[in-house]
């Protein structure tokens, strides 16, 4: 039985225009065959066992021709895969999703198409112009700016074109942008008339400029705007400045490197992407679970303990894993106080249904020694502390010589990930680094490991951010200082930080 072809706009680089239909889609194909994508993340909703064909085509370089594409995706389907077509924007807007639709048709194979957002509308959006406008346009016109100049006869109408109160939006035109200029001055169109262009249009890299239709190509070339870029000539163009709300975040324009291991990294890159930040995610440490029998017989005798304590998201996560091996659920912490170093780790417990007694004032291993004797003497008080491998032994040491029983369970470690040091190095050398981000001290050790402290010495114009005091401290064993640290050891209180720190 043949597979089916899905059709699918990537939408034009900002993660989050992406269509929920299309995740779902990459999700669960069997192959996924795709172009160069203004966000190769896409790629991350595929399964591990998915079949990935690189297609791509920039400018005059084609990793393969159209036609041995639809082969490919009639040859995939014929095999009964079902096959997702990954496109920018929309498969159907200058995209060739009809040419390949029309040859699965005729193939026997069936298909689905799956719009995308088109970086036409998009790009100009985040630039602040509104294509329409009820004081200014009342149409669109969408224009391929692809077109040979050397065609003996355009096959558009530019006495039309020029003539028109729309918004005119050329894509792909930047070659030709000298040409799309004089055709419409040459068809009468007004000199002043207002222009911009936006280049990579939604993602971090945006840059815009607004100028006059006239004047739009020596300042293209001042500005040095080169493809992708998206053309609009039109009135709505004198919005830009009133309404560029993208490219205004108090991030915007800064790259910065996350370090924490890519399950946890989510929250912190999606906050810094709020705020306009370029984040290069670069995972030093992996979570590995450890061998749960420990585990286990300390969640069978939870009752003989008077607190757990709980020093990490990753600490509850495992706890919680082994009290569902064992059959078990929130009621057989019944009979315990449960301690929560820092906020997300009692968010991590709350979404588990339980609700930490005790959160310190300071979110490290002395915070809890002083919140705890707050409650009373400790002695002969029995304490469950689920943990990583290698960890700090501040405070079992500390429980112990205030007469309290510690058990220490070791349930998961983290180890070196490989990541592509290449990149980074390549990337700081360039200047294209604004922030190195440490959530833990191994991801310190981990990220020297691959880059070098000398490298960050050669370069202080990168800022290093640490969450926290220990952090900070296995900095400075390298010689390297933390110049963003936050008050409060959070992550929500450090991406503060960084926007007070390059706001300033």
Not at 93 to 99: A, S
Not at 378 to 388: E, N, S, V
Not at 412 to 440: H, M, N, W
Not at 479 to 493: C, D, F, H, V, W
Request: aromatic residues 6%; contains cysteine; glycine residues 8%.
């Amino acid at each position: 039985m043949n597979g089916t072809v899905y059709l699918i706009g990537a939408g034009p680089g900002d993660p989050g225009l992406l269509t929920l239909k299309a995740r779902d889609i990459l999700s669960s194909a069997d192959c996924i065959v795709y172009d160069a994508l203004a966000n190769a993340g896409f790629l991350d909703f595929a399964r591990s066992d998915a079949e990935k064909i690189y297609v791509g085509k920039i400018a005059d370089q084609h990793a393969l021709p159209q036609y041995k594409i639809n082969a490919l995706l009639i040859e995939k389907a014929k095999e009964g895969k079902n096959v997702a077509r990954l496109k920018g924007g929309d498969p159907y807007i200058f995209g060739r999703g009809g040419e390949e639709a029309q040859e699965l048709l005729q193939a026997g194979i069936r298909f689905v198409e799956v719009p995308g957002i088109s970086s036409t509308i998009a790009a100009p959006a985040y630039a602040g112009i509104p294509l329409t406008h009820r004081d200014f346009a009342s149409s669109v016109t969408i224009v391929t700016g692809h077109e040979n100049p050397e065609k003996e006869k355009s096959a558009l109408d530019w006495p039309a074109l020029a003539r028109s109160a729309s918004t005119l939006v050329f894509v792909m035109g930047m070659k030709n942008l000298p040409n799309i200029v004089r055709n419409l001055l040459d068809a009468g169109m007004d000199p002043a008339t207002p222009a911009a262009l936006v280049y990579r249009g939604t993602t971090p890299c945006q840059r815009s400029l607004v100028s006059t239709l006239a004047e739009l190509p020596e300042e293209a070339v001042r500005q040095k705007f080169t493809n992708p870029s998206v053309i609009i000539v039109g009135a709505v163009c004198t919005l830009h400045d009133e309404l560029n709300w993208f490219e205004q975040r108090p991030l915007f324009g800064r790259s910065v490197v996350v370090t924490r291991a890519r399950a946890q990294a989510s929250g912190l890159a999606r906050d810094l992407q709020e705020l306009g930040a370029e984040v290069v995610q670069f995972p030093t440490i992996r979570i590995e679970d450890l061998p749960g029998e420990a585990m286990a017989q300390a969640v069978r005798r939870l009752q003989e303990y008077n607190y757990v304590i709980c020093t990490s998201v990753n600490g509850v996560r495992r706890l919680w894993q082994s009290l569902r091996e064992q059959g078990l659920d929130a009621r057989a912490l019944s009979s315990c106080k449960l301690v929560a170093i820092g906020p997300a780790t009692a968010a991590e417990l709350e979404a588990h249904g339980l609700y930490a007694d005790i959160v310190p004032e300071k979110y490290v291993a002395e915070g809890v020694i002083a919140a705890l004797q707050k409650c009373g003497s400790l002695k002969g008080a029995r304490f469950l502390l689920p943990r990583a491998e290698k960890a700090r032994e501040v405070l079992p040491d500390a429980l112990r010589e205030a007469g309290a029983v510690v058990d220490v369970i070791a349930c998961y470690r983290t180890v070196p990930e490989e990541a592509p040091c290449a990149e980074i190095l390549e990337r700081i050398k360039q200047g294209k680094v604004d922030c190195v981000t440490f959530g833990s001290s191994s991801t310190v050790e981990n990220f020297l490991s691959l880059v070098p402290a000398d490298v960050l010495k050669e370069h202080p114009e990168v800022s290093l951010a640490a969450i926290g005091p220990v952090t900070a401290r296995t900095l400075e064993k390298h010689g390297l200082k933390a110049g963003i640290q936050p008050e409060e050891y959070t992550i929500p209180a450090l991406v503060e930080e960084l926007v007070r720190h390059f706001g300033a």
